[in-house]
């Protein structure tokens, strides 16, 4: 038999509009991100969105060493992809080690964003836009 080495992570779930991720973190010797299986300046080509990511880790106060980070992201389009990576990033974090909490919540980065796209009415042309109005 084979000894298998078991790997421990702790996972995080992140979701913004209509994404999803499912985040991963392993300590490691240096951080490394991979979003669904591709490195992070890959997947995200936009440099904003890279640092969207990034900016949990480089929380002041929080304690925050290196991980190997694995996500897997569906649905929404990229910036709300970003965004439900961040959050799940710091719910992981904080499942993690618990005192990191106050300094990761002071950021902002533990609140989930509930806009989303309101539906369409019948009746109207979108959600709230009505066609003119004549009056003959």
Do not use: C
Not at 45 to 62: C, I, P, R
Not at 97 to 103: E, I, Q, T, V, Y
């Amino acid at each position: 038999m084979s000894a298998t080495k078991k790997t421990t992570y702790v996972e995080g779930l992140g979701r913004r509009k209509t994404s999803t991720a499912r985040v991963r973190l392993t300590p490691a010797t240096a951080t490394e991100i991979t979003v669904n299986n591709k490195p992070l300046a890959e997947y995200f080509q936009n440099l904003s969105h890279q640092k969207d990511v990034m900016s949990v880790l480089e929380t002041k106060d929080a304690g925050i060493e290196h991980y190997t980070i694995t996500a897997k992201v569906v649905g929404g389009g990229i910036s709300s992809q970003a965004e439900s990576i961040r959050l799940g990033i710091a719910r992981a974090l904080v499942k993690e080690k618990a005192d990191r909490r106050g300094a990761l919540k002071a950021e902002g980065y533990l609140m989930r964003d509930p806009r989303s796209v309101e539906r369409k009415k019948f009746g109207l042309r979108k959600a709230r836009k009505r066609p003119a109005w004549s009056k003959r």
